[in-house]
C-alpha cells in the first residue's frame, strides 16, 4: 500500500489537509525534555540511556523542520541540529544533519494514524559502523510525546536490530 492509500484510509485527522507534512510538522513543533537510548558499538554492546532534550521548529516555508538534539553523553554535552523534510506527497523523507551536503533519503513505507498518535516509518540504504545497512525510522507522534527509533538491517540479515531511540515529553 502507498503512502497515499494508507492516508486516505487511516488518517482522519487530515481531512482538509493538503499535505502530511501539514499535518506532523505542528505535531513535532515545540520544546521537548526526555531521553537517548542507544546500543555501543564496541563490547559488551550495552544499551546506554542518556537525558536530552530537542527544540523542534517549522522552517518558515513549511518545507521541513529544523530539529535540535541535545543531551549528555556521560559528562560531555553533544549538540546536534538535524533537518527532516517530507516531500509533498508524504512518500519521501529526507534527513540528515545541517552540515550534511547529501542528507539521507528514506522511502515512506506507512504513515498511520490511530488514537491520536501518528506513526510514520520510512526505510533507506546508509551506512552504520562502517558497514551497509538498511536503516528504518520510526516516528511516533502524540500531541505530548514522540519517539524516534532507528533501526538497522545488515546486508543479508533477516531482522532489524535496535540502534537509538529518543523519547520525549512536550516540555510544560
Do not use: C
Not at 123 to 142: A, H, K, M, S, W
Not at 156 to 168: D, S
Amino acid at each position: 500500500m502507498n503512502i497515499t492509500t494508507a492516508l486516505a484510509l487511516a488518517l482522519p485527522l487530515l481531512a482538509g489537509s493538503s499535505s502530511p507534512r501539514e499535518t506532523l510538522y505542528p505535531l513535532l513543533s515545540g520544546a521537548w525534555t526526555g531521553a537517548l537510548e542507544y546500543q555501543e558499538y564496541q563490547p559488551p554492546h550495552d544499551r546506554i540511556r542518556r537525558p536530552a532534550t530537542a527544540t523542534i521548529e517549522t522552517a518558515p516555508d513549511g518545507s521541513s523542520v529544523v530539529l535540535h538534539f541535545v543531551f549528555d553523553d556521560g559528562g560531555k554535552v553533544v549538540k546536534s541540529d538535524e533537518r527532516l523534510a517530507l516531500d509533498a506527497s508524504g512518500d519521501t523523507l529526507v534527513w540528515g544533519s545541517l552540515s550534511e551536503k547529501r542528507p539521507q533519503s528514506y522511502t515512506v513505507r506507512a504513515m498511520i494514524t490511530t488514537g491520536g498518535s501518528t506513526t510514520l516509518t520510512a526505510e533507506g540504504e546508509g551506512n552504520d559502523d562502517g558497514q551497509p545497512v538498511t536503516l528504518r525510522e520510526t516516528f511516533t507522534i502524540g500531541a505530548d510525546s514522540i519517539q524516534i527509533l532507528r533501526e538497522v538491517r545488515r546486508k543479508g540479515g533477516a531482522a532489524f536490530a535496535f540502534r537509538h531511540v529518543y523519547t520525549f515529553r512536550r516540555k510544560p
